[in-house]
């Protein structure tokens, strides 16, 4: 067993160096090289996050922006999950898959679409005006408003699906004791809600977090947050020292927040391991079940019918996605081939990691679990600048820093939690004691990872494989600092072409990058329909 | 305290008949036991006089009170029921003081009466030293006071206990037994107690119900 535990520290020390060349390096190089001028040690680069009010400003915008989305955020997911676990609602099946949408679309399309819908042509605007001569637009789209509006809306899937899982697993035994000694209002709210809310909580923090470091948002609706100003620092004026002062900020709330999100986890589970936990029923609700699905038809509506149905109606005829194709094609070819590398990259990276977190019980994996899930917290604009202050030099590095490599490793840095996460799950469901018989018959470690392991692993890896992929695809915030000159991806070529104003062609472009992402992932939930469907029916 | 009449009470689950044409009369303030192995519906019973269930025919009287029949359901938190459930499904996410005061709050009780009573039942209990512990925090014997603690809360006339003893060891059995015993003598709470242990059955109680297959076959007077 000597060999094997040998096996399992090399797999460590090579994660953690992949993991630091990846992902800390960056950050910590571009923080390192900020404090260091031409004489030394200098915090020059910082004297104005304190003196200047254009930082307060920053500061004040960016945890606005991002309290009041993670609190829309939970105001929406919260009662969904509800609604859709614990009621019989009418076709909760067909609203489950539909309402986690606006989660898996990047969030700029659908700031293109609202701009659409609610900018001062828009669809909505246009036709006020003409019904009830409203000269106004319903709602001034751009600045604070608009951007919580938008990031809410794509962001609420997040606190549902952890509501949802958390709604699952409260125990019916401690619902019933309630309905018998204070019956079934205070119950809802003080059982049955009160035990789903610190997930919901981290939810919201996970939101919080992700709202902070969006960029395609609220530079497309015009809101100076810390993103923006890291990006129009470089962008428009190559001012590298400034955009850094503003990214360190940025990114220390980021961590903070982080940090909240793991201590809300790990305050209390209430998850019941008794033998004789039983899923809780579901509500009948009565007639209130039509106000419900109302409810949810009119999120549906408003989170993914109507941008989805404005871009269409936008792109027009056949003809917007042929020169959609004509236009772009280039761009189509590099994020697929891009993204299909990086994916790859991530499957094969997460390994290791995943394999330490799932198998051993030591202090160290349960560190680097945690480590595995800060590259989550560097937002892609931060990172990007760290990639471009760590590779732009010349040698080996310009030669990475001039070529797509730099934007795979800008995936693989911003992707690794998702895929070590899905590979520890699925890991975490292979019995240990399969390897340990491959142990006993004298199978080297190698030998058994790849012969009982991998063979187990396969759903789990496809999975993550289809997930990370289509992240990579929708990826805007670091591709736009690091894509290198005459290597443009979908997502930036499309952020570009909006900058110069919506056109029938734009639309189609952004119809066919929600089709690159949704039909990976159709066709990815088909399979596992059908995998534990065929289960069922053998058991 | 009440007597509870049980008449011609029929509960199907999907294709399972859990409990058949079932009628039984409980006296009042005596300590009756359900018997009957695993399946017996023995626990449905119990669920249905509380109020958890609904049977799909007869009716159920508490004293003077129909509660369950054929238009008739009083919902379980105005049965002034206490039950001791199996595995005791104390609230995970509350502390000791916090589920007698969360009980209290739910029937209206005053806030002065409140603290008056929590301090009441924790004393009885012996359990004021642990009063700001979660469940996770306690030994199996706490737990099981806690559970008698938030089922006597609301003073209940009746008191249903389901298989009480089933997860404890030896020495907490007897304690726990003598602690039931108590109870129904010194506050003559009519006990409706389950369990598919022959012996305790007629250790515990005044009569013993035998069930069979949703059926009851008969009642025993035990010497006790």
């Known amino acids: 067993m000597i060999s094997s535990a040998r096996t399992a520290r090399w797999t460590l020390i090579i994660g953690v160096i992949l993991f630091g060349v990846l992902v800390l390096a960056p950050v910590v190089w571009m923080f390192a090289s900020s404090v260091s ?21 920053l500061l004040r915008n960016s945890l606005l922006m991002a309290g009041a989305t993670s609190a829309a955020a939970i105001a929406l997911g919260l009662p969904l999950a509800f609604l859709l676990i614990r009621t019989q609602l009418p076709l909760s099946r067909f609203f489950l898959p539909l309402l986690i949408t606006p989660a898996v679309v990047p969030s700029y399309v659908f700031a293109m679409a609202w701009i659409h819908l609610l900018g001062k042509r828009g669809f909505i605007t246009v036709y006020m005006e003409r019904l009830v001569g409203l000269r106004e637009p319903v709602l001034n789209l751009y600045g604070m408003p608009g951007t919580v509006l938008v990031l809410s809306l794509s962001y609420f899937p997040i606190v549902m699906l952890i509501t949802c899982m958390a709604l699952k697993a409260v125990d019916a035994r401690h619902e019933e004791a309630g309905m018998l000694y204070v019956g079934w209002k205070r119950t809802l709210f003080g059982i049955t809600l009160k035990q789903a809310l610190p997930a919901s909580l981290a939810g919201g923090v996970l939101v919080f977090v992700l709202s902070l470091a969006n960029f395609g948002v609220p530079s497309l609706l015009g809101l100076h947050v810390y993103t923006v100003e890291i990006y129009s620092k470089f962008n428009a004026f190559y001012d590298v020292p400034g955009a850094t002062a503003s990214a360190f900020p940025l990114l220390m709330l980021c961590l903070l927040a982080l940090l909240a999100y793991r201590l809300c ?58 020169k959609a194709f004509q236009s772009a094609g280039d761009e189509m070819a590099n994020s697929l081939l891009t993204g299909a590398l990086a994916a790859t990259a991530l499957t094969l990276l997460g390994f290791p990691v995943a394999y330490l977190v799932a198998r051993s019980r030591s202090r160290a994996s349960a560190a680097f679990d945690f480590l595995a899930f800060v ?28 070529s797509a490599a730099i934007l795979i490793l800008a995936y693989a840095a911003r ?57 990579c695809l929708g990826e805007l915030s670091a591709s736009v600092l690091v894509s290198p000159p005459g290597f443009t991806t979908l997502p930036v070529r499309l952020f570009t072409l909006m900058h ?25 939930s088909l399979v596992m329909l059908r995998r534990s469907g065929g289960r069922r029916a053998a058991y | ?42 626990t449905t019973l119990l669920r249905l006089l509380a109020g958890l269930e609904r049977p799909d025919s007869g009716s159920i009287w508490i004293g003077d009170r129909l509660v369950t029949g054929p238009a008739t359901f009083v919902p379980p938190q105005e049965r002034k029921i206490g039950m001791i459930f199996q595995d005791l499904a104390l609230w995970p996410h509350m502390t000791v003081r916090g589920h007698l005061d969360f009980v209290l709050k739910g029937n209206k009780f005053p806030r002065e009466e409140r603290k008056t009573r929590i301090a009441d039942l924790l004393g009885t209990m012996d359990l004021a030293d642990r009063a700001k512990a979660y469940p996770y925090e306690l030994s199996g014997g706490q737990k099981q006071r806690v559970a008698i603690a938030r089922a006597l809360a609301i003073n209940p006339e009746i008191l249903l206990l389901d298989e009480p003893l089933a997860s404890l060891d030896q020495d907490l059995q007897v304690r726990m037994t003598d602690e039931i015993v108590r109870l129904n003598k010194q506050l003559r709470i009519t006990t409706l107690y389950v369990t598919h242990d022959r012996e305790e059955a007629f250790r515990v109680a005044d009569r013993v119900a035998l069930i069979q297959s949703g059926t009851l076959e008969r009642v025993v007077e035990t010497s006790a």
């Open chain 2, 1 to 42: 305290m009440p007597r509870i009449r049980f008449s011609k009470i029929s509960k199907r689950f999907r294709d399972i008949l859990a409990v058949r044409d079932f009628s039984l009369e409980i006296i009042e303030g005596e300590m009756l036991a359900l018997l009957g192995p695993s399946g017996s519906g023995k």
């Open chain 1, 415 to 471: 992707f690794f939690p998702i895929s070590e996460k899905g590979l520890a799950l699925g890991l975490e469901r292979i019995d240990s004691r399969l390897e340990e018989a491959a142990a006993v018959s004298g199978v080297s470690w190698f030998t058994s990872v790849g012969k009982v392991v991998l063979p187990l692993l396969w759903p789990a890896a496809a999975a993550v494989w289809i997930l990370t992929f289509v992240f």
């Open chain 1, 265 to 322: 986890l790990r305050r209390r589970s209430y998850v019941s391991l008794s033998t004789h936990a039983r899923r809780a029923g579901l509500m009948a609700l009565g007639a209130w079940r039509w106000i419900g699905f109302a409810v949810c038809c009119l999120i549906a509506v408003v989170a993914v019918i109507l941008p989805v149905g404005i871009l269409l109606r936008q792109a027009g005829g056949l003809s917007s996605y042929i």
């Open chain 1, 375 to 402: 590259p989550f917290a560097v937002p892609g604009t931060v990172l990007g600048l760290g990639l471009i202050r760590l590779w732009n030099r010349p040698g080996a590095f310009g030669l990475v820093y001039g």
């Open chain 1, 37 to 57: 001028g031409d004489q030394g040690l200098s915090l020059q680069a910082y004297r104005q996050l304190l003196t200047s009010a254009r930082q307060w400003g």
């Open chain 1, 500 to 524: 110069y104003g919506m056109n029938q062609v734009v639309a189609a472009l952004a119809i066919i990058l929600v089709l690159f992402i949704l039909v990976p992932l159709l066709l990815l």
